[in-house]
């Protein structure tokens, strides 16, 4: 595993720093990432992606239990780097290891063959916080087979992520996610594990899909659009928000109170309320 003396030597001879393009903070504390592996549950054999894998760390954990590894790494110096440092501190899993270059909001099961097949997988991520939500979903939208999900966020994100209906800080992003299945916060992450350290804490979030689909995946777009407006005036009632979207008569039919605001409501509901305006318009 790679200590702090380790990251900073790695960066040196790879003409590496840190920059805040790429929400880069680099973890250096090997008990930290075995605990993110051993709290995502990956086993021998399992194949897992890795966004962002940045000097190693986690990877390298994710490759002590015998996993596979597919790497996204938006930074061409770190994604030729990491090989390397998989060979110098690992050599028994090289042939474990793939390094894509690659923006991951851009894979696709196309461009990202690795994960084409049915094959399930899991994402095991210290995610940038400027962009990990968008990541998650976009991962979620277009690879069927991703399962299970456990990354490293900033706290507040955490929270969003895992947020219940009528919580303060249950948005877009807690609807959205539990289109696909369920999350919850399994630990706290302090900032001094990282170089350079942030100036907020992190957390642990763990994903589920739903064995079985509970919605159909052609209603997503409707559903989607429904919860951006809703949040996109959170204060107003749903009634107000959603009056160039929804039909009165489609609040009725699917039981939901226009009165209510959005933030009162389970994606279930959103669901049901995008398929009582299409009834209604039909």
């Keep these: ?32 990432v075995r605990r993110i592996v051993r709290e995502a549950g990956v086993r021998a054999g399992d194949h897992v992606m890795e966004v962002g894998p940045g000097l190693g760390s986690l990877t390298l954990a994710i490759l002590e239990t015998g996993a596979r590894v597919t790497a ?40 990202l063959t690795d994960f084409a097949g049915d ?19 976009t991962l979620l939208e277009r690879f069927d087979a991703l399962d299970t999900f456990l990354v490293m966020v900033q706290k507040e994100v955490a929270d969003r992520l895992a947020a219940t209906p009528g919580s303060k800080i249950y948005g877009t992003p807690s609807v959205k996610l539990a289109w696909y299945g369920e999350a919850q916060r399994v630990g706290t992450i302090g900032r001094n594990v990282f170089w350079p350290a942030p100036n907020v804490d992190s957390a642990l979030v763990l994903f589920r899909r739903y064995r079985e689909p509970r919605f159909e ?33 489609a ?14 409501l389970t994606v ?3 669901a049901a309320l995008a398929r009582a305006a299409k009834e209604v318009r039909a």
Excluded: C, W
């Design 1 to 32: 595993m790679l200590g702090a003396a380790d990251i900073r030597r790695i960066a040196d001879e790879a003409g590496v720093s840190p920059t805040k393009k790429f929400g880069q903070n680099f973890v250096i504390d090997p008990g930290t």
């Design 72 to 111: 996204v790494e938006i930074d061409p110096p770190l994604a030729r780097r990491l090989p390397d440092t998989v060979a110098e501190f690992m050599p028994q899993a090289a042939d474990r290891l793939h390094v894509v270059v690659r923006d991951a909001l851009d894979v696709t099961p196309d461009n």
């Design 119 to 137: 094959e399930r997988f899991s994402l095991v991520a210290n995610l940038p916080y400027n962009v990990a939500t968008p990541i998650l979903l």
């Design 217 to 249: 995946a052609r209603d997503r777009r409707d559903v989607f659009a429904l919860i951006d407006a809703a949040f996109g005036q959170r204060r107003k009632t749903l009634h107000a928000a959603l009056r160039r979207m929804v039909p009165d008569a």
């Design 251 to 264: 609040f009725a039919a699917a039981g939901i109170d226009p009165g209510r605001r959005g933030e009162t």
């Design 268 to 270: 279930g509901e959103f």
